[in-house]
């Protein structure tokens, strides 16, 4: 199987993230071949990713070489008007709400856009029965498949969590990129609101170049550099699951999401969650007070009010941890292979 992938990332964002993964298994495993058309400026970003997954960077791109084109994100969606595929094209959405309320296209235009593609890929049926159905409704069902996300196993045993003696600090963790849609502001206020009488950490990993997006303001708020605040930035995604097991919360304020998986690798190593109340949460199996703690997104009483009870409940943050890594258990990593494999050659084969 020989594939071409066209997306605008291959670095450190979820869709990146699990496209990375995804060649890997196929390059490394499969022996398939993946190429991914870049410009100058990609080449040289992506180097080490490219390097590390086996993908062949191309710049003059002949479809006749390829079987099949994987379009990552609906973002990069458009780069089809410039294929003239004779080839099967596959769409894989990670977006939900968020890209739907800013987009600038016609419903006309996006039900057109969506009808190019041999096969769109959802994460969850919360986009496909809800976010994008008006505008593929039309479309066979064979073309539309849902394929959830699935967790890889971690290298760090999931144990139980030694919630700190008295005095001690509280360690809570964020990770995705920096930026309005995930609400980091919202976090970051609750814990420093805390901090005056309770020792409480908050470590957030993630990209920080689009933290302007708060406005100038949180940008000088991140440089104050406050002792109960550690703004990392991008690390190395192997090294996100080891700052994970330190930590005794994962929080993820986040506005919009379709299939995150900062939570679920949270889960994995038996970390409790709280986590803004998003639909396609439930689609994926997130139960209140079963596996995870949910509140209302942008409500910082609540946000801070359900922290409070994880730091003060050991009874109902090892309830939490354990559900959690049930539900991630119930994601393996294996399964997802299996299905977006078997998606890719049936469309091959189509």
């Known amino acids: 199987m020989k594939i071409l992938s066209l997306t605008h990332s291959y670095g450190a964002d979820g869709a990146a993230i699990m496209l990375n993964k995804t060649i890997h298994y196929w390059v490394n495993e499969l022996g398939w071949t993946v190429a991914a058309a870049v410009n100058d400026a990609m080449e040289v970003l992506y180097q080490a990713d490219f390097k590390k997954n086996g993908i062949q960077p191309v710049k003059n791109v002949d479809l006749k070489n390829y079987d099949v084109v994987l379009i990552n994100t609906l973002l990069d969606a458009p780069q089809i008007d410039r294929l003239n595929a004779s080839i099967p094209v596959v769409l894989w959405v990670h977006e939900g709400e968020t890209w739907l309320d800013n987009s600038t296209m016609t419903a006309g235009d996006l039900t057109r856009l969506f009808a190019k593609f041999n096969l769109i890929i959802f994460q969850t049926d919360w986009q496909r029965l809800e976010v994008f159905r008006s505008f593929i409704y ?6 539309v498949a849902v394929i959830p996300n699935g967790i890889t196993p971690s290298y760090l045993a999931a144990t139980e969590i030694q919630y700190p003696i008295k005095d001690s600090t509280f360690r809570v963790v964020n990770v995705g990129s920096v930026y309005a849609r995930k609400r980091q502001a919202d976090l970051a206020s609750v814990i420093e609101k805390m901090a005056q009488d309770t020792s409480i ?18 940008t000088h708020y991140i440089n104050q550099k406050l002792p109960c605040h550690e703004w990392v930035g991008i690390i190395p995604h192997e090294q996100i699951n080891a700052e ?44 209140h007070e079963v596996n995870c703690l949910l509140y209302p997104v942008g409500n910082l009483a609540e946000l801070e009010k359900a922290i409070r009870r994880v730091q003060e409940d050991p009874k109902l943050a090892a309830k939490l941890a354990q559900g959690g890594f049930e539900l991630a258990q119930s994601l393996p990593f294996d399964t997802y292979l299996k299905q977006i494999t078997k998606a890719i050659e049936a469309i091959k084969i189509a």
């Open 244 to 287: 994970l097991a330190q930590a005794n919360l994962f929080c993820f304020p986040s506005g919009d999401e379709s299939f995150p998986l900062a939570p679920l690798e949270a889960a994995n190593l038996k970390i409790p969650v709280v986590m803004a109340d998003l639909a396609p949460y439930r689609q994926i199996g997130w139960k």
């Open 138 to 143: 039309r479309l066979e069902k064979n073309r």
């Open 201 to 218: 950490i908050c470590k957030f990993i993630g990209d920080l170049q689009h933290a302007h997006t708060f406005g100038p303001e949180f």
